[in-house]
């Protein structure tokens, strides 16, 4: 709870230095409020419309509405819960109309490989917390944030991936192509 709220504060910052604007529909309000993410939000939770085009503020904002859902292993809905995987293709799938393959490993080998410094909204930032490569992913939103479901107990989070346990495992970036369809890993 703490870590969404903190989440929600830096976005206000972002709000504040004019990164962000026009208002949010009330819907994502609403979710948070329903989800007791937020007690209370002075004024509307603003629109992320950073310079990356309509599809990326979109799917910002609806991965942002699902701050809270629990985490389930192999889990691939809002209902039931999501893995960071699932997550993922649950994401992009409603967002834009992609389909991503299901794990984590075949994500990445899916999808084109970015510098570090070339990251934006939408694109994929992976992990190894398995000690492996590739096993764990979220979805950068901006200003060093991403949103990924985490571990069992836990639920859909933002987190600083310059926070010490992140860079340490830091395993890449990713962007997906925007055709829409079914994407497969490449061999």
């Given at each position: 709870m703490?870590?969404?709220?903190?989440?929600?504060?830096?976005?206000?910052?972002w709000w504040s230095m004019g990164a962000l604007a026009a208002p949010v529909d009330d819907d994502l309000e609403r979710q948070l409020k329903d989800k007791g993410l937020v007690a209370h939000i002075s004024g509307q939770i603003q629109q992320v419309r950073l310079n990356v085009g309509g599809k990326a503020s979109e799917m910002v904002m609806q991965a942002m509405g699902l701050l809270g859902v629990p985490y389930?292993?192999?889990?691939v809905s809002e209902e039931k819960g999501f893995d960071c995987s699932g997550f993922v293709r649950h994401l992009f799938e409603k967002s834009v109309g992609l389909i991503l393959p299901r794990r984590a490993e075949e994500q990445a080998k899916a999808t084109q490989e970015i510098a570090k410094n070339e990251l934006m909204p939408g694109?994929?930032?992976?992990?190894?917390?398995?000690?492996?490569?590739f096993s764990h992913v979220g979805v950068y939103v901006g200003d060093g944030k991403f949103i990924h479901a985490p571990k069992p107990g836990d639920a859909v989070r933002m987190d600083d991936m310059r926070a010490a346990y992140w860079q340490k495992r830091?395993?890449?970036?990713r962007r997906v192509p925007t055709q829409v369809g079914k994407i497969t890993p490449v061999d």
């Open positions: 703490r870590i969404i709220l903190c989440a929600l504060l830096s976005l206000s910052t389930r292993r192999g889990g694109d994929l930032v992976f992990f190894n917390t398995m000690r492996r490569a830091f395993n890449g970036a």
